[in-house]
């Protein structure tokens, strides 16, 4: 009777036991997420200069389209790459829990997403004036170059925040709190797998002051991972902070010249 009561109730997702400290790992995961988003990189640009050549067709680097189409296929060509290659030479599978998808997005996670927010605002205005005080030679103050500029119609705009909103956040995810996080905490300690994913993280958006934002971003959206054991509170976390940038970039620019004085 018991075990029938017990076999009525959803199986609980567990959080993947972490083995012996290998750091082979370690070392090995966030080489080879940095090479395959590099080799994907590398394989998009060959594949331009071969549409130069054979077709002579040269892309507008401003044009909205060809920013969603670029982004779309490095971030498919990445996660081919992270997941594809490792299962076709080794045989080595990735799950939908590895990946944090095992499960639909739940109502704790959209509560969770705006207290993250908070945390993660916090936290990298705090890293940021430390790092201020620390160098203060670094231009904390510079742009970020997010590939969209003069959005001319509704069409562009749409496109634009699909790309930084949606695809952006979602392919981030999978690939960094997904795959790397989920696979560096078989066999790292919690620290040690927050502060790898999130300094490859930071390390991937180039500029000193983005570093460090989307350094105390993904410390916040691991933790997230770590305490659901999915990826759509990060996810939602990661949708809203790109939302209201494309808000203050796009949509009302003079709010965010007013906010900085």
Known sequence: ???????????????????????????????WVAASFIGANVI???????????????P??????????????????????????????RQRRTTTTDVGLQRLPRWMDILLAPAGAIIYLLLSALLITLLGMVFPQIDLQQAQDIGFRNLAD????????????????????ILF?????????????????????????????????????TFALSVVMCSLREVTGSIWAGVLLHMLKNGLAFY????????????GG
């Open 1 to 31: 009777m018991s075990q029938n009561l017990v076999s009525n109730h959803p199986p609980q997702f567990k959080k993947p036991r972490m083995r012996r400290l290998d750091w082979r790992y370690i070392v090995g995961l966030p080489v």
């Open 44 to 58: 998009v640009v060959a594949g331009l200069l071969l549409l130069k050549i054979t077709f002579k067709y040269t």
């Open 60 to 89: 507008v680097e401003t044009d909205p389209v060809f920013n969603t189409v670029l982004a779309a296929v490095v971030y498919t060509l990445t996660l081919a790459l992270v997941v594809g290659v490792p299962w076709l030479l």
């Open 154 to 173: 509704y069409s562009q705009y749409l496109l634009a925040f699909l790309t930084l909103v949606v695809v952006a956040p979602l392919a981030e995810e």
């Open 177 to 213: 709190r997904g795959y790397l996080y989920g696979k560096l905490r078989k066999h790292a300690p919690l620290w040690l797998a927050i502060l790898i994913t999130s300094g490859l993280f930071g390390l991937a958006h180039g500029q000193w002051n983005v570093a460090i934002d």
């Open 248 to 259: 203050l970039l796009f949509i009302n620019p003079s709010l965010l010249s007013t906010l």
